[in-house]
């Protein structure tokens, strides 16, 4: 996808979360367009969290995604880390410490391997960081079946990968690249429930050591979220756990209702 390509793996500055990130009072309308697709939006996330995004289709949830991940620009508001504001002098170390796994994951015609390792040259790659990238998104028992394990080749002229070994291919490539903070895309919406809940339990497998946003259709992908942020076009009309929102906000239950 144009994300996966746009975020650029180039070292510069490192960008390190100590505390938390901040969005703060964002707002951002598309050229041309007289509705604001975002407003005054602000979300708090301490570094090691999870935090899920949830709404009705065209609430903002994925503009609000491209604007913290720096592909939009805010037409007000602010993005902070530490409490330092991310401008056009970081953006690259911000974008640097990003891994976004999205809905449709690009593999390319080489080994698994080298698709974990995405765009580091075959020579250059270290396997002790597959491996270990691997038994975190839960790819382990996967890869053993395997004859040829890492070296097996996907795609076109290699085996067909189910939609969930994709999605955990998608994560170990966002740890591969040390992502502290990990943007999922509707990751897991394409997936039936029962390799839905081995790649949520690939991502709670990681969310005591990473700093998780989730944007979800589905509700169980994001039952394990510290908090939940509710948005209703283009604003944020309610924040909780999965336990007080089902029990409070109607917009939430709709939400259920119309998955069940």
């Known amino acids: 996808s144009q994300k996966e390509i746009g975020i650029s793996k180039v070292k510069h500055e490192n960008l390190t979360l100590n505390k938390n990130i901040k969005i703060n009072n964002l707002s951002f309308k598309y050229p041309g367009k007289h509705d604001h697709a975002l407003q005054n939006i602000n979300i708090e996330i301490p570094k090691n969290t999870s935090v899920g995004i949830v709404g009705f289709s065209g609430s903002g949830k994925s ?3 491209d604007v913290a991940m720096g592909l939009l620009e805010p037409n007000s508001g602010s ?3 530490d409490g330092k504001k991310i401008d ?5 170390s ?3 410490a990003i891994g976004y796994v999205a809905q449709d994951i690009f593999l390319s015609d080489s080994s698994i391997e080298e698709n974990i390792a995405f765009g580091v040259p075959k020579e250059d790659i270290n396997k002790d960081k597959v491996k270990l990238a691997s038994e975190m998104s839960n790819l382990t028992t996967f890869m053993k079946r ?3 394990g890492f070296d097996t080749v996907v795609g076109e002229r290699g085996v067909q990968l189910s939609g969930g070994q994709k999605q955990r291919i998608g994560i170990a490539r966002a740890l591969y690249n040390d992502a502290q903070i990990l943007f999922f895309d509707e990751a897991t919406s394409a997936l039936d429930g029962i390799t839905e809940s081995k790649v949520v339990d690939a991502i709670k ?3 005591s050591t990473k700093t998780i946003l989730i944007i979800a259709h589905r509700l169980s992908t994001i039952k394990f979220c510290d908090v939940i942020y509710v948005m209703h076009e283009g604003k944020i009309v309610d924040s909780g756990s999965f336990e007080y929102l089902s ?3 109607q917009l ?3 939400m259920s209702i119309n998955q069940s």
Request: hydrophobic share 35%; glycine share 0%; net charge positive.
């Open 247 to 249: 029990k409070n906000n």
């Open 88 to 92: 056009s002098k970081n953006l690259r």
């Open 146 to 148: 395997l004859p040829e």
């Open 79 to 81: 993005i902070t880390v």
């Open 205 to 207: 497998t990681i969310s």
């Open 252 to 254: 939430f239950q709709d």
């Open 63 to 65: 503009t609000l995604f």
């Open 94 to 96: 911000w974008q640097n």
